[in-house]
């Protein structure tokens, strides 16, 4: 009988260690601790025991219930306090946001011009970046003195080889390779060597514009314009056409609207002029048709070009177009 309470014992105090959860607990109970479990049995056994060891196989007994006893109840207590979840997993931290990325801004802002000339029959075209001379600068007209041409402005990769420095070049590429009419916009990235700043950057994009045929009059290019604006821009939006100057435009102008921060009356945004400039633009000039092989007494067009960063400033009320490019995510995540 005391050999079997030690076995007993044994499996008592080995079983308990092993028991992490309630479930286990209870069949812990149910095994050794019910009204038909090993303890109890082993009390049904005393009666056979001889009555001189009697006394101490119910001592031994008694001490081995009293043991189980204690070893579930500390174990009970001790799963009480212990959470039921893994050590890995706190339920009380704060959940884990996830952001949908989005286009960036210059890109959307692209996207909505491209659509609207396309929407009024254009087509879109595409030049390399590392240009020629004659295609940056002299089909398009430029004088060989031209200080665009000087290394101040122009980043040079070869003696006549450099980084465009507008999409103009793209202009003399699509007539080069096209007989009119053409009607095309040609947007990308251009490179000038100048000083960065909130309003400046050496590397940034543009749109150009080209329409070509028998007939063009400035005021389709007037026409034209206005109606892109009054469509990226709001309906009720004034505008003007200022005289400027490009050298292979003639006559040139800029376009301005209306500020549409102020309204016209004068704020920071449009330096309390109440106007915003827009755009450069002109008729093509006739040097320009010369330079691809057009014949200009036949052939008139006209020409514009924007820059997507001040564009995309003005829309979004952004003061400071460095921030299109530092992508940081709570600037990006506004658009
Ligand atoms: N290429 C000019 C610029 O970069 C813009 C322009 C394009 C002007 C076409 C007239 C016609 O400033």
Known sequence: MQTKIAQLRQQVEAEIGSVTTEDQLEAFRIKFLARKGLVASLFDDLKNVPAPEKPMAGKYLNELRQRTQML?????????????????LDPTLPGRRKFLGTKHPLMQTLDEIKSIFVGMGFGIADGPEIEDDWHNFSALNFPPDHPARDMQDTF????????????????????????????????GRVYRNEAVSARSLCNFY????????????????????????????????????RPSFFPFTEPS???????FICRGKGCRM???????????????????????GYDPEKYTGYAFGMGIERTAALLYGVDDIRLFYENDVRFLRQF
Not at 210 to 215: H, M, R, T
Not at 223 to 238: E, N, P, Q, V
Not at 253 to 259: G, L, P, S, V, Y
Request: some cysteine; overall charge neutral.
């Open 253 to 259: 102008a800029e376009m301005d609207i209306t500020c």
């Open 72 to 88: 579930f109840d500390e174990k009970a207590a001790s799963l009480k306090s212990t959470p039921h979840v893994s050590a890995q």
């Open 270 to 292: 449009c330096k309390q002029s109440g106007w915003l400039e827009i755009l450069g633009c002109g008729m093509v000039d006739p040097n320009v048709f010369t330079s691809v």
């Open 206 to 241: 543009q749109v150009e514009g080209l329409a070509v045929d028998v007939g063009i009059t400035f005021s389709e290019l007037k026409g034209t314009l206005l109606s892109f604006a009054r469509r990226f821009y709001g309906k009720d939006i004034k505008y003007r056409f």
């Open 156 to 187: 040079f990769v070869d003696r006549n080889i450099l980084l465009r420095t507008h999409t103009s070049p793209v202009q003399i590429r699509v007539m080069e390779n096209n007989t009119p009419p053409i009607r095309t916009i040609m947007p």
